[in-house]
């Protein structure tokens, strides 16, 4: 007999091997949901959810087919409980499959089921196959969509299909974040040795499992007959196989907050790129193009570069008019530059190549951003100036690879311009933008050039200083209680765009009304006007003079009147991934003012300077008064645009500064008499 010491250790060591195991498996099997299972575990990553997903599980692995070669089979099961009338989105299911216009993914073995706990029991609801719809996108994009039925506050939903694929290099990927916590999300890919694949992956939260394990395996791949009659070939191929799994636990979802270009570039997800075949005895084939091959490619296509150079003697007479004027390669470029931004409507901000030809994109006089920023490269490289399109990857799409040519990546493109060997980037399609300037969007880093010349550029925010400066006077008026002001405020390249749409939306008169609006009421403006309006490579300055009625015992008076900062332009305490501004900035406000007649300074704002990050950011007001005047500097820089999370407090703590100072207020208390 055991002592009883060792009994207890080796039913700890079992209880130990049991739990290790049970947090290694999945928590979830299809079809069996217990009234237990209703009751969501403590601590949940997102207490405020709508809904919260109790497992995501996917899988992966390649079957020899009946078409001589190789499919892949994707499993996937998701369990989810919606929590209130909020989550009731979680109940639309969308699934989308690959298609190249003839092939199709196929998604078979549907099986979707929502419980609801009646009287202690669980009722079952099956979806009926008939509520599931079928919709093409695109030549390349099918979606299946259904919603799940009898779905209602309490209920859980739970759903699995299979999808079999042709497509080798369409290997499934697998994002563990969502619009909802998650407390399992699990991704396993059987990978046999003759493919090989380069894994992509990022995000922040940790894995619970990464793990691989390998077997011995033999596929069957059936090569079918030329006839009807004709026999059917088999071949064997045996093999190790690397199973890769991956599993994230407790995973909060993304949310959107200030400075984030789009939660893609955020998502923990993995992703997958055929690389290569490495059959035996036989060489190794690369599949994975590069950045030299996708130029030639692109530069032969009708869709984009061939018609760069080709048949445009046409061109001749639809310029003569545009550069008449212009004798300089530099003032021809401006000139064709204006004449396409000018006398072109873009149709459509997201897309990278043509769809009509370039005479017919002349004729009708719009078009794609593609369409426009091609005729452009098209228009100049027909007067002999050195032009080349850009592809980009704007910053709502995500990044771009460096590395990697992985074109749907990128959905923008531009037009690189070469004169007496300085380089310029142009973009058509935006009305409001100067020769030599990007929408913001545009700053999302690496870029390609495709042409004679296929090299990466970046176009990163850091790159971009938004300056501002504003200066205010402030004199006292003859009548006692009036004091009168002058305001001129000089923007940025990014502003002065927001202006001008502004304006074009709203007209001068709204734009000032809403001045008046948001400051004082004591505040009346006068000759109100804005300078550089139609001069798109100057920046736009707005000017007024005004008028303050301050007749009170005590005036408070805020001396940034609309230009500080009233609230952190970071609210969350935390922040799990990075901060992407879209450039870097260096406001200045200058204020000079007569203290009000019959009035003296009761009470006044302190100076102060701060910094952080060995001055990557700085914050400067300075303020001082003498008998008759007060005397105001206030200046905010943030010398970089990217911030990593361990960088958000010090961030976030600097702008909680700046708020509250750009909060204090003047105090003028009436004299006595």
Known sequence: MLPKRLNLLLLCAVLSITQLLAQENSPVKFGRVSPSDFKLPPNIPDSSADAIVIADIGSSEFEGNTKGWFSILFRHTKRIKILNKNGFDASVVNI??????????????????????????????????????????????????????AVKEGSIIEYSYTISSDFLNHLRPWEFQGEYPCLWSEYEVAMPFFFNYVFLSQGYHPMHIKKQTSSFRTWNVREPGNTAFASTDTYNFSGNVVYNRWVMKDVMPLKEENYTSTLKNHISKIEFQLSEYRFPNNPVVAKMSNWVKVNEEWMKYEEFGGTLDKNNG????????????????LAKAHSIY?????????????????????????????????????????????????????????????YTHEFYPLTDRFNYVICEVTVDGKRYYLDASQSNLGFGKLPMECYNGHARVLGASCRPVYFEPDSLCEKKVTTVFIINQEKAGTLAGNFNSMGGDFESIRIREQLKDKGKDVFFKEITATADNSLHIENAGIDSLKSLDEPVTVHYDFKLDMDEDVIYFNPLLNEGYTENLFKATTRKYSVEMPYTFDKVYVLNMEIPAGYEVEEMPKSSRISFNDKEGYFEYLIQKDAERIQLRSRVIIRKAFFMPEEYEPLREFFSHVVKKHSEQLVFKKKKV
């Open 96 to 149: 989308y499959l690959f298609s190249d216009g003839g092939a199709e993914e196929r998604m078979d073995k549907l099986k979707a089921v929502t419980y609801n706990l009646e009287d202690g029991k669980v009722v079952e609801t099956r979806l009926d196959d008939k509520s599931v719809f079928k919709n093409v996108l695109s030549k390349n994009v099918v979606q299946k969509k259904f919603t799940m039925p």
């Open 314 to 329: 046409w061109m001749s007479e639809e310029l003569k008019g545009v550069t008449a004027a212009a004798q300089a390669p």
């Open 338 to 398: 204006a004449f396409v931004r000018d006398q072109f409507t873009c149709t459509d901000h997201s897309a990278l190549g043509i769809q009509s030809s370039l005479k017919n994109i002349m004729k009708v006089k719009n078009g794609n951003v593609a369409e426009l920023n091609l005729l452009l490269c098209a228009l100049l490289k027909h007067e002999k100036i050195e032009a080349n399109p850009v592809i980009v990857g704007t910053r709502s799409h995500g």
